[in-house]
């Protein structure tokens, strides 16, 4: 097995130098650094990561603590997360928490064990207790969630204005009974930003109408349950505009289901974009989330802190999308 000794010996160099070249710690001339790293190449010397660490004093590692792995939103986050990691030197390792609090206590101290550099949390929610234990890591902490606090690092896209855009569109269109579906009673900051969107948009038109319906859980199932009650008011409203992608496909179900034809008698939007929504008849128009920027400009940002960047801190937010589609139906 070939050693930093053998390296050395071989670029006809101290060891020391071999070091700062692979560490990149202090000047080496050129013509020392393309000696050492044809040795290198040559020889396939790979550094020991344990040994690199206790040299540099750093990890190169980023650890990130995922909700729920099932949502098809989430792959295309963690794969800009890794992507902008691999082209700037950091490892990833990916933590699934099932949403389970205890669970994420438990990952946040072996991240700080395995000496993470930086921290990435995305899910729906995160307690507070689980947001304090991070922030007493000091390490640079970036969140994807739907609970904002003003001491987080957070990244998102205006949810206020790409709801508020949403309803207008359908305004446009000639729909003056517009309803919004919400997910839970216990309102996150998020969903009370999307729910503002809507009434300023209604206010705004002087429709005079808005109604607001809760699913109690952001399922596909809740949906369709609630989509049975919804039926029986069809008749007031001529279109549904959805806290995410996966309550709009619920309802549609459920309507379709009923003999309501969408968007010939009801149409009905979403938000979030989610692969699903393409495959559905009719296709789901909806808000565009750029979810793997939300990873790739996410992770920038936190190797950014973590060189010492104190400009990346507070909320950071990505351009929306309005992915017109065939889920609604112009009365104009």
Do not use: W
């Not at 409203?237 to 034809?261: H, L, Q, R, Y």
């Not at 296709?283 to 790739?296: H, N, Q, R, W």
């Not at 920038?300 to 801190?313: F, H, S």
Request: glycine content about 8%.
């Amino acid at each position: 097995m070939v050693t930093i000794k053998d390296v050395a010996r071989l670029a006809e160099v101290s060891i020391s130098t071999v070091s700062r070249v692979i560490n990149d710690s202090k000047p080496v001339s050129p013509e020392v650094r393309r000696k050492v790293l044809k040795v290198i190449e040559e020889t396939g010397y790979k550094p020991n990561d344990v040994a690199r660490s206790l040299v540099t004093r750093r990890s190169y590692l980023i650890g990130v603590i995922i909700n729920n792995l099932a949502q098809s939103y989430v792959a295309d986050i963690v794969r800009g997360i890794e992507e902008i990691g691999k082209m700037y030197g950091y490892d990833i390792l990916l933590c699934s928490s099932y949403s389970s609090k205890e669970t994420q206590e438990k990952y946040l101290q072996l991240l700080d064990r395995k000496q993470a550099e930086g921290l990435f949390l995305v899910g729906n929610k995160f307690d507070d207790e689980i947001i304090d234990i991070a922030k007493g890591f000091n390490k640079p902490c970036i969140y994807f969630t739907r609970n904002v606090r003003e001491d987080m690092n957070h990244i998102s896209i205006d949810c206020n204005a790409a709801i508020f855009e949403m309803t207008n569109y359908l305004i446009k269109e000639g729909h003056k009974k517009i309803v919004y579906v919400s997910d839970f009673e216990d309102r996150s900051t998020v969903e009370s930003d999307k729910i503002s969107g809507y009434l300023r948009a209604v206010e705004e038109s002087d429709l005079g109408y808005s109604n607001i319906y809760t699913v109690g859980g952001n399922k596909h199932g809740k949906a369709y349950e609630l989509g049975k009650s919804l039926v029986k008011d069809a008749k007031d409203f001529t279109a549904v505009v959805c806290s995410n992608d996966e309550i709009a496909i619920g309802i549609m179900d459920s309507f379709i289901d009923k003999g309501i034809k969408v968007p010939d008698d009801v149409s009905i939007v979403g938000f979030g974009n989610i692969r699903e929504g393409k495959f559905v008849r009719p296709e789901l128009t909806t808000i565009g989330e750029p979810y793997y920027d939300v990873g790739a400009v996410g992770m920038r940002m936190l190797i950014k802190m973590i060189k010492g960047d104190k400009t990346q801190q507070g909320l950071m937010e990505l351009p929306f999308t309005l992915e017109k589609r065939k889920s609604v139906k112009s009365l104009v």
